[in-house]
């Protein structure tokens, strides 16, 4: 192969190049688990209408898009899902073409509409030879009206038999079967497929005339010989054609032997695959690390011995001619293959999906190379070169062993045109559905071994029979009506729109044609998208019916100025939160935000060694916040240091030595067992108290330390930058910036307190911890956000430029920084030492209403996890969810955005007082302060790409956990720090655990907007970002008039049309908790009366 | 009294694992509502049989251990008597203790974790059954009850390897950890054997005394098929991967498993049989070769894994190497207390291992430079030493062709002689009827068959007509000389067949068996 030096040059590179960056269209494109941030997992699929990008995207990687129809069918019977959406969406879908006339019966016109609800409710799927047999036999389907038809319509079909003289059901619905099958002109026909080794002569010639009877018979080859060569010649090129389109030689192989040769080297790649991605489990890598995988690999490769006892004999050739550069080599062994220029990024597409998990960690850091982690280079052309060697190598030792040819697609291809017989076996052995008798046939021949081989007539033979097997009606292959496929389907569909045997016979052929064409129509895609849009309607309806009532509600109410106002995050979750604090106290007034506080900065704590950007991932931040300790606390600061350094190197050395070392690790192991042993007791039966111990112990041991965050700047004369993040800001950007704020939410009269809340999950033993810390903080706890906003706030510089800008802070006002864990729902404080004294007293009121607000949020929360204690008090339901915090064996600490559905960006005075079940991201935006949508424009930009990425993570990981999420958390095993994957040696799994997402219902994200539709319409328009979510239908908007309160929904490519609000008015109950008490499901919103001392 | 106590021991967990099996079987601890008193059935078990323990431990500490306890007969046939007995010495109570508490942890820390998994039940039932069958190996005073624990504690690691049984790498594990470790409880059945053949019994007390007496080759036998159990059961070098391969269950079960309890019960074997190994100075060379052999593998292995639970694996492999070692060099006492410690250390840190992202600062260790620029060796522990294709060269794949040509004898010969239908005689396919349709029609002269009986008849008429036609017709009667040939071909291939390795292999086995019969 030292021939391939590449004469055409720069263009194939550019070729394989511009192949690589596609790639992150199909790949995961999570990072290294660490800095778990939600996002779109489709984000590849982004610029198309969300149901093509799904089905683009299902074309790709087989995953389902939408929950099964038969789910839906669940949620249809179970009330969920009402039949009126469902009729609506298929009126809405004008290239259904609803409204058309099928057909005029005896009940009336018989529309498009009316065949899609059927065929939609009532499963009308083809049935296999085997299948028919079996409702005909063991269920009397020709006997028997079919269970799931609704009565009234059974009734009205029987009534119309009866009236035609057919007096029994049984009669009735033979009839509609008979009617059936003249209307398309077949004949019953029911055979059991091991009928076919014995052909009866009539049988026999009615299939040869059927299939071959328009051939000349021709002396040599016999008429069925021609036929089965040209349907094995028409196989074969189809599959050759797919290679590079959906199939790579791997997948070409395995559609024709069966046999995976990825299978025996893939725990070995993986294996070092981790090793070279290792960000710091291993404490060996391979001494060429540095010189990027591909160099690697081979320099492992050709000191590995694998090939001697492998039947690999030409293992050390192969290397040995590989070139050096890995493009160079993807070039040459694509080529080696003989597959087209055109066909080569289709093919390193499919490669890659091979393996997408790992595939899609390579690509991460390859498109990363800043970030923290391997030491060495991560390029995916490295991992791709690999990839291909593997496959040329084993795919060349299985094609010699089989075929005795090279592994080139124009060999293989050459040698199956001359064994079409053993071609035509192997590909319907191991791609179609062939009756058991002939399974075992085949797989019987495909099994002979080398010394053993089956003959060409061995192989001409079962073909034969698997040909004569597919010419039979029980293979179901023919054009036209089958009794299968058109057949039982009608037979169905006339029940379901009470038709009766006669009427079918009277149905006009268009009509017929419309019927199938309807029923071709309705495909996966299509009835998955429906289904969805039908589901997401009650929700819809009644979250605008909330919010329309509540509206209403609160115009009529007066108030009292609030006593504090306290600000959160966004984060739906924090929607219960707030409503229990309001509960608790209704003069508190709240305010929701992205929970990074329009402060994006690099953060340093004191203990961390890096920095960390806590702001939405793709900004980058020009500034850098640290905490420090004070000058008087010095002292304590040293020791500090000293013995946290000693605590965590014990704890490093007791984690990490006593899995690195031998005969020190024996010793390490002996001394820590038995505090080991003690601690697991106490961890696995106390979990709280343990928790609890450990927490004041490490205080105890670590010495707590007063600290500041440096918020302004030291040398306010350099520039910041994203590139030279400056530490601290000047008393201009801290003005810009809390003003920023203060006016994005409509936060202008202040009271006494003000408290910025910002938010993180505390739990153990979860990879996946960073997934409920967070979003706007990439993934982070908010906490330095909020502490940093509210030292600004407080400063007399900032307040004065403030004051020059119009936004006047009172002199008796104070700011003050806490984080919510929404896991233990808990609030931590920060400088409270700074607080002026004569606000203790109110600040101890509102510390009281927050402890309150935490115990109704447990409460609320234990409704939906099924392991805390029923009917608890509120007191219990706290001390539960903080012990969960600290449990180790909790894979549900919490259950994190599960269910979030929609985000309202308008006033508090539309929300507040509603019951939204933490279902909904709260965004505070005061549309009188912002004619022209300024604010609103940035609002839109920062909440929404957040917001959508947070629910369409949720809502793939859910529609299709197995592809884009990552199953089970119990069987995960931490790979390398980044990743988690199944067992030892199996793929890496991205997405969301089965454990976060099972009780979420997978809906788009409502973005409900109490903005001028035209407001909205501009934004929109000069938006790419939100044309691309919203215009694509990746989340829907709804507008609210501030004036009129007037609805309107965002309709793509149409634009904005009134909701027409439902008869039902929303529920009133007293107090959140009567509303869910003795729920476990999710609720709809619901008008709280309780929360009534309101101020304007 | 004592004895009744002891088979509660390993008998509580299995009348729980019983019980939730007939919860399950009688759909009564089904699904999520079926948790809590699944689990409370398990806890109930386990913990009772702790507290059996504990009482059996004071009644030690205050009186002196028990020693061998015999609660009844178990089986007996002839002369072979096996008893339910119990040995209550120090080794076996402590052992027992600590067993039964780390799987009373286990248990309950999977309550929480296991929640909500549809194989719930499954997973504590098999949890149950294993604490059963380690209390049963641990405390039992007779090779074949150790046997029987062993088993069953090798049944449940299969079956939860298995747990996640859709995915075809957890299913192709699970069977490569039970094939190896099935070599080494051939070792054990012939032990067992020997035992009874050559000391009439099987209580481990007389067992070890007898042994003692045997002149060095007998007791070095008896010896050396209980350690090529405890070898392989321990994952050490050479069935070594087959841990590495385990990892495929729930965090707990690989706990248990792999990281605290059944990997140490070939170390639990080899303090018990002590009196031999000191008896045969070759076992105690064999240990402590294998117990260094397998501490080097582990430990370079461990190195390089950059997932956790690997990682885990393999150093639980390098320590359990090192109690081999230890009692090769004849430290019993030694092996004895590291393996507890390692057992609740292991356990820990396994149920720690999800978290393991946040309990570490820094990255590993790097190893010394010396070691970083080892090509080969690190390509050869990347490889884990070439073990397993060594094993599938050396006894998969010759066991695959002998099994592929004994069906190929099967179809071709036995399948005829003894008349069964392998291949079809009747036109079955469009060809042949086509080809018929040209030239003559067979089944037109056999007239219209109806009815079984008839069908039947002209079945059978075909099939004469048919080998009639092959046999005799073909060719004008050259049909008989055919026939020879093919013998001739046939007995060729045979020749060839045995002159395979695997076919000497087997002879030489099959030679040997007889012999030693």
Redesign the interface.
């Known amino acids: 192969m030292t021939e391939g030096r590449l004469e055409d040059g720069d263009d194939v590179r550019e070729t394989v190049r511009a192949a690589i960056a596609h790639l992150s269209h199909g790949l995961p494109a999570q990072a290294p ?2 800095d778990f941030v939600h996002h779109n997992t489709l984000h590849g699929f982004q610029a198309l209408p969300f149901p093509e990008a799904v089905d683009a995207a299902r074309r790709l990687t087989g995953a389902a898009a939408y929950l099964a129809d038969d789910h839906f069918r669940d949620l249809l019977r179970a009330g969920r899902v009402r039949r009126a959406d469902l009729a609506a969406v298929v009126d809405e879908a004008s290239e259904l073409d609803p409204d058309a006339e099928v057909a005029e019966c005896a009940g009336g016109p018989l529309r498009r509409r009316e065949v899609y609800l059927a065929a939609l409710m009532h499963p009308l799927r083809p049935v296999t030879g085997c299948q028919l047999t079996w409702l005909s036999e063991e269920l009397a389907a020709f006997e028997a009206v079919q269970p799931d038809v609704d009565p009234p319509t059974r009734e009205r079909l029987l009534a119309t038999a009866r009236a035609r003289g057919l007096a029994s059901e049984r009669e009735a619905v033979a009839d509609l079967w008979a009617g059936c099958l003249a209307r398309l002109g077949l004949a019953h026909f029911i055979l059991h497929p091991e009928d ?4 009866d ?1 009539e049988q ?2 009615a ?2 005339a059927r ?2 009877g328009d051939l000349p ?1 021709t002396p040599g080859a ?4 021609r036929r ?1 060569g040209a349907e094995s010649d028409k196989v074969l090129d189809e599959l050759i054609g797919r290679v590079g389109v959906d199939l790579t030689l791997r997948g070409l192989l395995l559609a024709l032997t069966g046999e995976d040769i990825l299978e025996p080297v893939r725990p ?1 790649l993986l ?2 695959l ?2 070279h ?12 690390r540095g010189r990027g995988f591909y160099v690697a690999w081979r ?3 050709r ?4 090939w001697l ?2 039947d690999l004999p030409n293992w050390h050739d192969l290397l040995d001619a590989l070139p050096d550069d890995p493009v160079e080599t993807v070039v040459v062994l694509l080529k080696r293959m003989g597959l087209p220029v055109a066909r080569w990024a289709g093919y390193l597409e499919r490669l890659a999906l091979e393996i997408p998990g790992w595939s899609g960690m390579v690509l991460w850091h390859h498109l990363h190379p800043g970030a923290a982690g391997p030491s060495g280079p991560v390029d995916m052309t490295d991992y791709l070169a690999v990839r291909l060697v593997l496959e040329r190598a084993l795919g060349r030792r299985l094609c010699a062993r089989l075929w005795q040819v090279d592994s080139q697609l124009d060999l293989i291809r050459w040698h199956l045109r001359h064994h079409r017989a053993e071609l035509y076996v192997r590909h319907a052995l191991f791609n179609a559905r062939l009756p058991e008798y002939l399974t075992r046939l085949a797989q ?1 021949l495909v ?3 080398a ?2 081989p089956a003959s060409p007539e061995d192989w001409q ?1 079962l073909a ?2 698997v ?2 097997w597919r ?1 039979s009606p029980s293979a179901d292959r023919g054009e036209g009506y089958t009794l299968h496929r058109s057949a039982w389907p009608l037979f169905r569909l006339a029940q379901h729109l009470g038709l009766d045997g006669d009427e079918v016979r009277a149905l006009p052929t268009p009509a017929l044609r419309a019927i199938f064409d309807c029923l071709e129509r309705l495909t996966p895609a299509q009835a998955g998208y429906l289904w969805l849009q039908a589901y997401e309607r009650p929700y819809r309806d009644a979250l605008l019916g909330a919010l329309a009532g509540n509206r209403a509600r609160a115009s009529a109410r007066g108030g009292t100025p609030p006593t504090a106002q306290v600000l959160f995050c966004m984060d739906d979750r924090e929607e219960g939160y707030r409503r229990h604090l309001e509960e608790a106290n209704p003069s508190i007034e709240t305010f929701g935000t992205a929970g990074f506080f329009g402060l994006p900065m690099y953060w340093r704590g004191l203990d961390d060694t890096g920095l960390t950007p806590l702001c939405p991932v793709g900004v980058t931040p020009a500034h850098q916040v640290h905490e420090v300790a004070g000058a008087e606390a010095a002292a304590t600061l040293l020791a500090h240091r000293s013995r946290r350094g000693w605590r ?1 190197r014990l ?2 050395l007791l ?9 020190a ?2 010793a390490l ?2 001394l ?3 505090a ?2 003690a ?3 106490a961890k ?2 106390v979990p709280a108290a343990a928790g609890r111990w450990m927490r004041v112990l490490r205080t105890r041991v670590d010495l707590e330390v007063p600290t500041r965050a440096t918020v302004t700047a030291v040398a306010p004369a350099v520039p910041a930058s994203p590139e030279h993040p400056r530490l601290g800001y000047t008393d201009d950007e801290q003005a810009d910036r809390v003003e920023g704020l203060l006016r994005a939410i409509g936060l202008i009269r202040f009271a006494p307190l003000v408290v910025i809340v910002g938010h993180g999950s505390s739990s ?4 996946h ?1 960073a997934a409920y810390d967070c979003g706007a903080c990439s993934g982070r706890h908010g906490g330095p956000n909020a502490r940093a906003f509210a030292a600004m706030a407080n400063r007399a510089e900032v307040r004065a430029l403030l004051r020059g800008r119009g936004v006047v802070i009172p002199e008796d006002t104070w700011f003050l920084a806490a984080e919510h864990d929404t896991c233990a729902e808990s609030i931590a404080w920060m400088d409270l030492d700074l607080l002026p004294r004569a606000l203790a007293e109110p600040f101890a009121r509102l510390r009281a209403d927050l402890t309150a607000a935490s115990r109704g949020s447990a409460h609320e929360r234990c409704r939906r996890l ?2 805390a204690p029923r009917d608890a008090r509120p007191e219990q339901a706290l001390r539960h969810v903080a012990g969960r915090a600290l ?6 600490p919490e259950l994190g955005h599960a269910n979030n559905a929609a985000a309202v960006i308008g006033r508090r005075t539309l929300t507040r007082g509603v019951f939204f079940d933490r279902r909904v991201f709260l965004i505070s935006y005061d549309p009188t302060l912002d004619p022209e949508g300024e604010v609103l424009e940035a609002i839109l930009l920062a909440a929404t790409p957040v917001g959508a990425g947070i629910n369409l993570e949720y809502y793939f990981s859910t529609v299709s956990n197995e592809h884009y999420g990552s199953g ?10 980044f990743g988690v ?6 793929d890496l799994r991205t997405g969301l655990p089965r ?1 976060m997402i ?1 009780v979420h219902e997978p809906m788009r994200l409502q973005v409900v907007v109490e903005a001028r539709t035209d407001l909205l319409g501009r934004i929109h328009a000069r938006q790419p970002v939100l044309r691309e979510l919203i215009g694509n239908a990746w989340v829907h908007l709804v507008a609210m008039d501030p004036e009129s309160g007037a609805l309107s929904l965002f309709r793509p490519g149409i634009g904005f049309v009134a909701w027409a609000p439902e008869d039902r008015a929303p529920t009133t109950v007293a107090r959140s908790a009567d509303w869910y008490a003795g729920e476990t499901g999710p609720l709809p919103p619901a008008l709280l009366a309780g929360s009534g001392g309101y101020h304007a | 009294m004592l004895e009744t106590a002891a088979v509660l021991v390993p008998g509580l967990p299995l009348l729980a694992a019983l019980w939730i099996a007939l919860g399950w079987a009688t759909g009564r601890n089904r699904g999520e509502a079926g948790e809590r008193v699944t689990a409370r059935a398990a806890l109930v078990g386990t913990g009772s049989a702790l507290a059996v323990l504990l009482i059996l431990d004071l009644a030690a500490l205050w009186e002196g251990p028990a020693g061998q306890v015999v609660a009844g007969e178990w089986l007996a046939a002839g002369g072979y008597r096996v008893h339910l007995s119990f040995t209550l010495d120090p080794l076996a109570l402590s052992a027992a203790t600590l067993t039964a508490l780390l799987c009373l942890l286990t248990l309950h820390f999977a309550i929480g974790y296991m929640h909500r998994e549809a194989g719930f039940q499954r997973f504590f039932g098999l949890l149950s059954l294993f604490t059963a069958a380690m209390l049963l190996l641990v405390t039992s005073g007779n090779a074949v009850l150790t046997f029987a624990g062993w088993e069953l504690a090798g049944l449940c690691s299969y079956l939860l390897i298995g747990y996640a049984y859709d995915r075809p790498m957890a299913t192709g594990n699970a069977v490569r950890a039970l094939v190896a470790n099935r070599i080494g409880e051939a070792g054990f059945l012939l032990s067992i054997a020997l035992a009874f053949q050559w000391t009439g019994g099987v209580e481990w007390p007389g067992v070890l005394s007898a042994a003692t007496g045997f002149e060095t080759l007998a007791a070095g036998v008896l010896g050396g098929g209980l350690l090529l159990a405890a070898t392989a059961k321990s994952a050490q070098v050479p069935f070594a991967p087959w841990l590495g391969r385990a990892l495929e269950g729930p965090t707990p079960s690989s706990a248990l498993f792999y990281g605290a309890v059944m990997v140490h019960a070939g170390v639990y074997l080899v303090i018990r049989i002590e009196p031999i190994i000191v008896e045969v100075p070759a076992l105690g060379v064999f240990l402590a070769v294998t117990g260094a052999l397998t501490a080097l593998y582990g430990f370079l292995g461990g190195l390089l894994q950059a997932d956790v639970k690997s990682g885990l694996a393999f150093s639980v492999t390098a320590q359990v190497g090192l109690m081999f070692l230890a009692c090769g060099l004849g430290w019993f006492e030694l092996a004895g207390w590291h393996m507890g410690a390692h057992a609740a250390w292991r356990a820990y840190q396994f149920l720690s291992a999800p978290g393991y992202l946040h309990l570490v600062s820094r990255p590993a260790r790097p190893v010394p430079a010396w070691l970083a620029r080892r090509r080969g060796l690190y390509t050869a522990t990347l490889r884990r030493f070439w073990l397993d294709p060594i094993a599938d060269w050396l006894l998969v794949e010759p066991v695959r062709a002998l099994a592929s040509e004994t069906q190929a004898f099967d179809a071709r010969v036995v399948s005829r002689v003894i008349g069964l239908p392998s291949e079809v005689g009747a036109p079955a396919s469009l060809a042949e009827w086509e080809a018929q349709g040209e030239g003559r029609a067979v089944g037109a002269d056999l007239g219209e068959a109806r009815g079984a009986a008839g069908r039947l008849m002209a079945w059978l008429a075909r099939t004469l007509g048919w080998l009639e036609d092959r046999l005799v017709m073909q060719r004008g009667g050259a049909g008989a000389g055919a026939v020879l040939r093919r013998v001739g071909e046939y007995l060729l291939h045979i020749d060839d067949l045995f002159s395979q390795p695997r076919y000497l292999f087997l002879i030489i086995v099959v030679s040997l068996v007889v012999v030693l019969s």
Do not use: C
């Not at chain 1, 000191?303 to 694998?306: E, I, R």
């Open positions: 688990i660490r076919l080794l014995d052909l002569p026999a010639q299939m040869l299939t071959v018979g016999s008429r069925v010989q089965l070995a294996r070092q981790a090793n991605l290792d960000h710091g489990v291993a404490a060996w890598h391979s001494p060429d320099e492992a490769a000191a590995d011995l694998v006892f492998t019987r099994d002979r071994g010394e053993d033979r034969h029979l040909w004569t010419q965590v704890q490093d984690h990490q030595e006593s899995r690195r070392g031998l005969i690790s024996a192991i002996a820590a067992a038995p080991a042993l601690l697991l007791a696995v039966f153990q033993n979860n990879p911890r099924a392991s449990d180790f064996s909790q894979t549900r089970s958390k119990v069987t995960h095993n931490l790979a390398g720090l994957m199944d067992g030892a040696s199996g454990q099972e």
